[in-house]
């Protein structure tokens, strides 16, 4: 039960990181940029919950970990922004926004400290190698 939340919240953690990324394209595109990137992260956690392993090798952790600072950050704006409009705006979207913001740093953070490996999730972080044959088919 816990993966399916884990999926569902990294899932549409992925679509909200665009949507800000998408809107932050055309007044700053470094940001934006930097942003629609960070999601990437986002949809390989997904994988990783889905599969059981990484999606990207070891040696690959500290752009890894710089996205989950940068997840951390999207999620306190988050946070920010529905706390700043709440009190005057007594709607659903903003009482969501402080709960997604404060799940996603959660998960921002467990997948650092997974990472730094004081907290496993039993998760491989090496990208699995399968071997595949050629089959030839006789006519």
């Known amino acids: ?5 884990r999926v569902i919240l990294n899932s549409t953690a992925f679509v909200l990181i ?3 990324g998408v ?6 595109p470094n940001l934006g940029l930097l942003i629609l990137l960070s999601s990437i992260d986002q949809l390989e956690d997904v994988y990783t919950y889905i599969y059981n392993r990484r999606l990207f090798p070891k ?7 710089f996205f989950e600072i ?3 950050i999207v999620g306190a704006w988050m946070m920010l922004l529905g706390i700043m409009y709440y009190p005057f705006f007594h709607t659903l979207f903003f009482l969501l926004m402080i709960v997604l913001g404060a799940l996603i740093i959660e998960s921002a953070i467990e997948d650092i400290l997974s990472y730094t490996g004081f907290y496993n999730r039993g998760v491989e972080h090496e990208v699995r190698e399968e071997e595949r044959k050629f089959v030839i088919k006789k006519a």
Request: glycine share 0%; with cysteine.
């Open 23 to 28: 809107l932050l394209l055309e007044s700053s």
């Open 59 to 65: 040696s690959f952790f500290i752009i890894d970990i």
């Open 70 to 72: 940068l997840s951390i």
């Open 1 to 5: 039960m816990n993966r399916v939340i």
């Open 18 to 20: 665009c949507i800000v």
